[in-house]
């Protein structure tokens, strides 16, 4: 069974532009989770899907971020225009259920380097 | 958030027994324990949870204070492959993930 995927591994981008990353969760895994780790700091949780509802959006930063999960698949998250203090590795998680106690499967992540 | 305090680092010896401290002191009586680690360049992965009795998987042991305010994760033979930072993570009737500092796991061959 595939793990949880990510792309692209790597971004290198200029301030202000763009950048779109790209989660696929387990098959089958209705809730999906976006976390990230700035430079120095712990790794946040930054929001919650169920299915393609947001159930949680309470650590996304500001409205420069925005994640869809249309379908109920795979999920975006899209910096835009990226400012350097978003730099950081951007982690994809899911589970089967939506309790805590039901262990999320990370993927590699993908790091972000804003310059 | 649920404080946590883990030591910033250990070391231990391939083979040896490893025994990775947690304090929760704020947590609820009904919130599980989580443990996750994180391996170098990889994103984060679960290692074991429990709530009030000692939890035993294939990859490690967890035992739990019995007033809960504390906890041990337990390697019981490590490996080069068990380097990495681990997270006590006590759940806090959210469903996502708090993650503190963790603690930095250096295995000498």
């Known amino acids: 069974e595939a793990g949880v995927t990510q792309f692209p591994s790597h971004s290198v981008i200029e301030k202000g532009q763009t950048v779109t990353l790209r989660c696929d969760p387990i098959?089958?895994?209705?809730?999906l989770y976006w976390y990230r780790r700035v430079m120095g700091k712990e790794i946040k949780f930054l929001l919650h899907?169920?299915?393609?509802?947001?159930?949680?959006e309470s650590g996304m930063p500001n409205n420069r971020f925005l994640a869809e999960r249309t379908g109920g698949t795979y999920s975006t998250l899209k910096v835009q225009p990226a400012e350097l203090e978003d730099s950081g590795v951007y982690f994809c998680?899911?589970?089967?259920?939506?309790?805590?106690?039901?262990?999320?499967?990370f993927g590699p992540g993908t790091r972000l380097l804003v310059l | 958030d649920a404080k946590t305090t883990q030591p910033n680092s250990m070391e231990s010896n391939e083979e040896e027994p490893v025994h990775l401290p947690c304090n929760h002191s704020?947590?609820?009586?009904?919130?599980?324990i989580h443990w996750y680690r994180q391996l170098p360049s990889q994103g984060p992965e679960y290692v074991i949870h429990?709530?009030?009795s000692n939890v035993n998987n294939r990859m490690a042991s967890l035992a739990i204070a019995e007033d809960r305010k504390s906890s041990t994760l337990i390697l019981h033979r490590a490996t080069l492959r068990d380097a990495a930072v681990y997270y006590c993570?006590?759940?806090?009737?959210?469903?996502?993930?708090?993650f503190g500092q963790g603690t930095r796991l250096t295995i000498n061959p």
């Open positions: 998680a899911s589970s089967q259920g939506g309790t805590v106690q039901e262990t999320q499967y």
């Open positions: 098959s089958g895994h209705d809730n």
């Open positions: 899907f169920v299915k393609e509802s947001k159930q949680d």
């Open positions: 704020t947590i609820s009586g009904t919130d599980y």
């Open positions: 429990g709530l009030t």
């Open positions: 993570i006590p759940e806090e009737g959210a469903q996502k993930l708090v």
